[in-house]
């Protein structure tokens, strides 16, 4: 496996990052539904997690993309229909934006909130914006709207990966597997 | 009655003679005018955040040709803590934290000013927090202005000292030990 992508394959940092996001993410939403119920300084530690995390996350989002446009992006199989490619194409972008936008929406709520971001009490992140309850409370419904669009747009990814894989059974879903492939 | 008279008026003219003589330049007493503030910033999960205390109050009695001689009473009440959210506003003036129905009050007295080793200004003092008194030295920074006097400084006093953070709140991994403090106090001369 190549650390580059080729026009057939996913190389091996796009497939480390892919996953790593995916699992930072599936923990970020535990952490959240954890601290909803935890008060004081425990729910305080906890929020402090989930934003060293999603701060981790905003930073390898950066890397992703730039890392996508110094790469070729392997292309999908001639026989997917262009409804297919369609749909393919609006989730990836979806999925783009939404990486960016959790971390931003959530980073927006700390600073709103006069909550500063630290990424795991190694650096503090400045503050995008004066403290104003407002605009916490509105930071704060688009986090969690943002979040139920990513839950339906990455359901519509996992459906896609398996019928590729189940149905089509072309290699688009093993071509991203950790150590599966394609040569 | 006539001479009685003048010489009673002779008399208050010496004694307050006699008074000038002792201390040449009488301290002048000041009091805390709007536009003053006192922040304080704490390390919370590794982030330096910010706070304040909206009411105080200040009397200083100062005099520029003997600063050793003055005094600086500083009177801040608790309830009046912002840090720009409620629920954290009220958190701290829980039991746990600053207790503000136990300890309404926190106070500065200070009855003597040292020059530092830098030359500059220190009051020499005692601050009591959650009931707990304790010395401290305030840096000060005296300059004149317009309206009267300026008084700044900054300072940090480590909160476990006096007791704020009890339970939970003693590990100094949500909010560390050291909280830093900064005044600015706007001052005009007492009537």
Redesign the interface.
Known sequence: MSFRNTNRAWGSLTKALHWIIVILIINQWWIAERAESLK???K??A??WH?SFGMTILMLAVIRLVWRWLNPVPDLTSETKPWERGLAKISHVLLYALIFAMPLTGWLMSSA??????????F?FPDLVA?S?TLFHRMNDLHHLLFAVLVVVAALHVAGALKHHFIDRNDVLKRMLPFGGVK | MANYRISLAAAAVLLTGACHASAAAPAARWIQAPGSSLTFTFD???????GAFRQFSTELVYDEKSPATGSLNVKVQIASID????E?NE?LVGA?LFDAKKFPTAQYVASSFARTAAGGLEAVGKLTLRGVTKELRLPLKIVPTTAGLELSGATAIKRLEYGVGQG??Q?T???ADEVKIQYKVVLTKAK
């Not at chain 1, 909130?113 to 190694?122: A, D, E, G, H, I």
């Open positions: 004081g300084l425990e305080l530690q929020l402090a934003k909130r006069n909550f500063p971001v630290s990424w795991f009490k190694v503090q403290p309850e | 919370q999960a590794g982030a330096a955040s910010k840090t720009q959210d409620q954290r958190m746990d939970d709140w590990s991994e949500g909010v």
